[in-house]
């Protein structure tokens, strides 16, 4: 960055100018010094300490003295803890996809129809939630789902004459908890993709299908989904993402990811408490290794189901 | 038959605005209360948790004047939210467009496969390396600085890959005339090219905005002293094993969500484009 001085100069003579610091007009150099604050960020930030996870999650990592300890750590994961991180963040990403794909979905059709009124209006009120940090979501939704008889939901479920529950304390109605929290924060993003997705759709398909007689199903099926399937490919992927490595929420609804039980402690989770909390370096990035080739298998799985691959060369 | 048509399209239309009514107020009923609660004291809310119940007589702004005359951190944690997330927005937004603009502007030797770090890295969750980075940023010496939680993420994969599709499609004449004219290959991309990419950067400082402002994982593990913290890891603080301060927390929520919503109401447009970036081309 330190460029400015020859601009100065530049104005009376450029010929000369051009010859003393020719590396600046260089087409050949300039690429790389575009790209460098990439490659200096890529190999500090990123290469760096991937590749010291994997190093560390064969070590033992003591203050001042460091074993490799071989596949320990690795084998140190078999325990009913880490399994339980696993469903409980293998359950939260199966529901939230359940509910994230086919309700925004459904409604980014609704909101893109001819019948629809105050579409901008609906979507930003629905998209307002993502605005919120998971920090402020969480502290409302832990109030909500008090488990005091006047916090919102107990009311809500006893004036329908049902028992008033400890929603925080028991293992379905704390993963009932955790989806609602990430419906409510994701339902307007993916609104948004779905939508951005319809636009894409050429108008004249519907058209040519209408003059063919295709009833409104048909074009649903025939036309919207096989269309929207990149974008549904995507917002498949950023869900699994996301829901593999939910920490957050859970450590808002649990005062800093002490949840009783385990019931909402989640694979990032086990990672900070070992790794951060214990001090445990080596186990901890073990764990990270083994969420990298989980989300890593997954996805790929779902790349393959949907037929990524046989398409685009 | 048309009578008909048009009494079946306002039925739908009228289903169609009742179901988004319901999501509506699905989305909005959580920030009412939490306004509602904002308003009241700590004790009403650890007696009966968050609800509708208004009433005059324990109605106050006690909360906020807490917040802003008492003896709180919270302007000192507002202050380093602020001073983070401008300092993040600029250096991610002058970084990434410079990478961004570098791989869609030039063919060179590396071109692709730098291309193809980008996206390994926006594939790759950041949970997975905090414990390496972490130890990383004790050696550099970043721990409890706001340069720990800003440079780590500073080039960041999604903006590129934004700004690098949003500059190939930039006119090349521009570029041309601006090297005949004797500017510099830098002097080009930054008064010339740089304003026309105006649109993308409007779209991606919401975006990175919103993120530092948000963001919690990473600032609560390089953060240790309470004078340091942002907003979302200091509201976090309040919650302890020993008790929580509500008085502080629901207040001290309403307020960190002011500015966002300000920023969104007036600047709508580039917020959905950044937001939906990384679909774009599916």
Same mark, same amino acid.
């Given at each position: 960055?330190?460029?400015?001085? #020859?601009?100065?100069?530049?104005?009376?003579?450029?010929?000369?100018?051009?010859?003393?610091?020719?590396?600046?007009?260089?087409?050949?150099?300039?690429?790389?010094?575009?790209?460098? #604050?990439?490659?200096?960020?890529?190999?500090?930030?990123?290469?760096?300490?991937?590749?010291?996870?994997?190093?560390?999650?064969?070590?033992?990592?003591?203050?001042?003295?460091?074993?490799?300890?071989?596949?320990?750590?690795?084998?140190?994961?078999?325990?009913?803890?880490?399994?339980?991180?696993? @469903?409980?963040?293998?359950?939260?990403?199966?529901?939230?996809?359940?509910?994230?794909?086919?309700?925004?979905?459904?409604?980014?059709?609704?909101?893109?129809?001819?019948?629809?009124?105050?579409?901008?209006?609906?979507?930003? @009120?629905?998209?307002?939630?993502?605005?919120?940090?998971?920090?402020?979501?969480?502290?409302?939704?832990?109030?909500?789902?008090?488990?005091?008889?006047?916090?919102?939901?107990?009311?809500?479920?006893?004036?329908?004459?049902?028992?008033?529950?400890?929603?925080?304390?028991?293992?379905?109605?704390?993963?009932?908890?955790?989806?609602?929290?990430?419906?409510?924060?994701?339902?307007?993003?993916?609104?948004?993709?779905?939508?951005?997705?319809?636009?894409?759709? #050429?108008?004249?398909?519907?058209?040519?299908?209408?003059?063919?007689?295709?009833?409104?199903?048909?074009?649903?099926?025939?036309?919207?989904? #096989?269309?929207?399937?990149?974008?549904?490919?995507?917002?498949?992927?950023?869900?699994?993402?996301?829901?593999?490595?939910?920490?957050?929420?859970?450590?808002?609804?649990?005062?800093?990811?002490?949840?009783?039980?385990?019931?909402?402690? @989640?694979?990032?989770?086990?990672?900070?408490?070992?790794?951060?909390?214990?001090?445990?370096?080596?186990?901890?990035?073990?764990?990270?290794?083994?969420?990298?080739?989980?989300?890593?298998?997954? @996805?790929?799985?779902?790349?393959?189901?949907?037929?990524?691959?046989?398409?685009?060369? | 038959?048309?009578?008909?048509?048009?009494?079946?399209?306002?039925?739908?239309?009228?289903?169609?605005?009742?179901?988004?009514?319901?999501?509506?107020?699905?989305?909005?009923?959580?920030?009412?209360?939490?306004?509602?609660?904002?308003?009241?004291?700590?004790?009403?809310?650890?007696?009966?948790?968050?609800?509708?119940?208004?009433?005059?007589?324990?109605?106050?702004?006690?909360?906020?004047?807490?917040?802003?005359?008492?003896?709180?951190?919270?302007?000192?944690?507002?202050?380093?939210?602020?001073?983070?997330?401008?300092?993040?927005?600029?250096?991610?937004?002058?970084?990434?467009?410079?990478? &961004?603009?570098?791989?869609?502007?030039?063919?060179?030797?590396?071109?692709?496969?730098?291309?193809?770090?980008?996206?390994?890295?926006?594939?790759?969750?950041?949970?997975?390396?905090?414990?390496?980075?972490?130890?990383?940023?004790?050696?550099?010496?970043?721990?409890?600085?706001?340069? &720990?939680?800003?440079?780590?993420?500073?080039? !960041?994969?999604?903006?590129?890959?934004?700004?690098?599709?949003?500059?190939?499609?930039?006119?090349?004449?521009?570029?041309?005339?601006?090297?005949?004219?004797?500017?510099?290959?830098?002097?080009?991309?930054?008064?010339?090219?740089?304003?026309?990419? !105006?649109?993308?950067?409007?779209?991606?400082?919401?975006?990175? !905005?919103?993120? !530092?402002?948000?963001?919690?994982?990473?600032?609560?593990?390089?953060?240790?002293?309470?004078?340091?913290?942002?907003?979302?890891?200091?509201?976090?603080?309040?919650?302890?094993?020993?008790?929580?301060?509500?008085?502080?927390?629901?207040?001290?929520?309403?307020?960190?969500?002011?500015?966002?919503?300000?920023?969104?109401?007036?600047?709508?447009?580039?917020?959905?484009?950044?937001?939906?970036?990384?679909?774009?081309?599916?």
């Amino acid at each position: 960055m330190a460029n400015h001085s #020859p601009e100065a100069a530049k104005t009376v003579e450029p010929l000369k100018v051009a010859k003393k610091s020719s590396i600046l007009y260089s087409q050949k150099v300039a690429p790389y010094f575009f790209v460098l #604050p990439f490659i200096l960020s890529f190999l500090i930030f990123f290469a760096y300490p991937v590749l010291s996870a994997i190093n560390m999650s064969f070590q033992e990592v003591l203050p001042g003295q460091v074993k490799y300890i071989g596949l320990s750590n690795y084998r140190g994961l078999w325990n009913p803890t880490f399994l339980k991180a696993i @469903t409980n963040s293998s359950k939260y990403t199966l529901f939230s996809l359940l509910i994230l794909i086919p309700i925004p979905l459904l409604l980014a059709v609704f909101l893109n129809s001819k019948m629809m009124v105050a579409k901008n209006f609906f979507r930003s @009120t629905l998209f307002i939630p993502a605005l919120t940090s998971v920090v402020v979501a969480g502290t409302i939704f832990r109030l909500t789902f008090g488990e005091l008889e006047g916090s919102l939901m107990n009311t809500i479920i006893t004036s329908f004459g049902f028992e008033k529950q400890r929603w925080l304390g028991k293992e379905h109605l704390a993963m009932f908890t955790l989806v609602t929290l990430a419906a409510w924060r994701w339902i307007g993003i993916n609104l948004l993709y779905f939508m951005a997705g319809l636009q894409n759709i #050429p108008k004249e398909l519907y058209e040519s299908a209408e003059i063919d007689g295709a009833s409104k199903w048909h074009k649903f099926s025939w036309i919207t989904i #096989p269309l929207l399937k990149p974008i549904t490919i995507y917002v498949f992927t950023i869900s699994i993402y996301g829901g593999y490595s939910m920490f957050t929420e859970s450590y808002m609804l649990w005062n800093g990811n002490r949840s009783p039980n385990d019931i909402g402690l @989640t694979i990032v989770g086990y990672l900070y408490r070992n790794g951060l909390e214990q001090n445990n370096l080596g186990l901890g990035s073990a764990v990270g290794i083994a969420l990298l080739v989980l989300t890593f298998i997954i @996805t790929i799985g779902q790349l393959k189901l949907f037929g990524m691959f046989k398409k685009e060369e | 038959m048309k009578t008909t048509e048009k009494h079946k399209w306002s039925m739908n239309t009228v289903l169609l605005l009742l179901l988004f009514i319901v999501f509506a107020v699905f989305a909005l009923f959580p920030l009412v209360t939490l306004l509602i609660a904002s308003f009241k004291p700590a004790q009403e809310l650890m007696r009966f948790g968050l609800n509708l119940r208004i009433s005059p007589d324990i109605f106050s702004f006690k909360n906020y004047t807490y917040l802003f005359t008492g003896n709180s951190l919270y302007l000192t944690w507002y202050k380093n939210s602020l001073v983070i997330t401008a300092i993040f927005t600029v250096l991610c937004l002058f970084f990434s467009s410079m990478v &961004g603009y570098g791989l869609a502007v030039y063919q060179f030797r590396f071109r692709n496969f730098i291309f193809a770090l980008v996206l390994i890295t926006m594939m790759v969750p950041i949970e997975i390396i905090i414990l390496p980075l972490y130890k990383l940023s004790i050696n550099l010496n970043l721990i409890n600085s706001i340069w &720990g939680v800003i440079l780590p993420f500073a080039a !960041a994969p999604l903006p590129i890959f934004f700004f690098r599709q949003y500059a190939s499609c930039l006119p090349k004449d521009f570029l041309d005339a601006a090297r005949v004219d004797g500017t510099t290959e830098f002097g080009t991309f930054f008064r010339i090219m740089m304003p026309l990419m !105006a649109p993308a950067f409007s779209s991606m400082a919401i975006l990175q !905005a919103l993120f !530092a402002w948000n963001n919690f994982l990473w600032p609560l593990i390089v953060l240790r002293t309470t004078e340091q913290l942002t907003i979302p890891i200091g509201l976090a603080t309040l919650l302890t094993p020993y008790g929580n301060n509500f008085d502080m927390l629901i207040s001290g929520a309403v307020v960190a969500i002011v500015p966002i919503l300000l920023v969104f109401l007036f600047f709508q447009k580039y917020f959905i484009e950044g937001m939906t970036a990384g679909g774009v081309k599916g």
